[in-house]
């Protein structure tokens, strides 16, 4: 059974593109704007192929999102604006464990380089 709220033409797409009746049932329970659930069904229902499609995986980090205080505090465009990176959060992800191991690195090289002119500077002495 597919639940009355959930607009037609989205229920039309989720056919045609084999999208999972599960996560707009999911979206629909939401407590959310209907325009935030709206941006949600349209992802959910593009084709598989298509790298913006909202995938359960995608839909349990918007989850966490929509728990947040401060998230419930954004009126709906504020919330569609951070939604839409939710969307790509392994890249934003990946991006900020990257910039962690270069500061690391960058750490590791400084102290090496304290180090490094420490010993210089005994070995200067001697």
């Known amino acids: 059974m597919i639940h009355r709220e959930i607009p037609e033409n989205i229920i039309e797409k989720a056919h045609k593109?084999?999208?999972s009746f599960r996560n707009l049932e999911k979206i629909r329970r939401l407590n959310s704007h209907r325009f935030v659930k709206y941006l949600l069904y349209e992802r959910a229902v593009l084709p598989k192929w298509d790298?913006?499609?909202l995938t359960t995986?995608?839909?349990q980090k918007i989850q966490w999102l929509l728990n947040i205080k401060e998230f419930k505090m954004l009126n709906w465009q504020g919330q569609c604006d951070i939604i839409q990176k939710?969307?790509?959060y392994k890249e934003i992800?990946?991006?900020k464990w990257e910039e962690d191991c270069l500061n690391k690195l960058s750490e590791k090289e400084h102290t090496m380089?304290?180090?490094f002119g420490v010993s210089l500077d005994q070995n200067l002495i001697n």
């Open 57 to 59: 995986d995608k839909l």
């Open 17 to 19: 593109n084999k999208g």
């Open 86 to 88: 939710a969307f790509i």
């Open 51 to 53: 790298k913006d499609r």
């Open 113 to 115: 380089i304290r180090n």
């Open 93 to 95: 992800l990946l991006t």
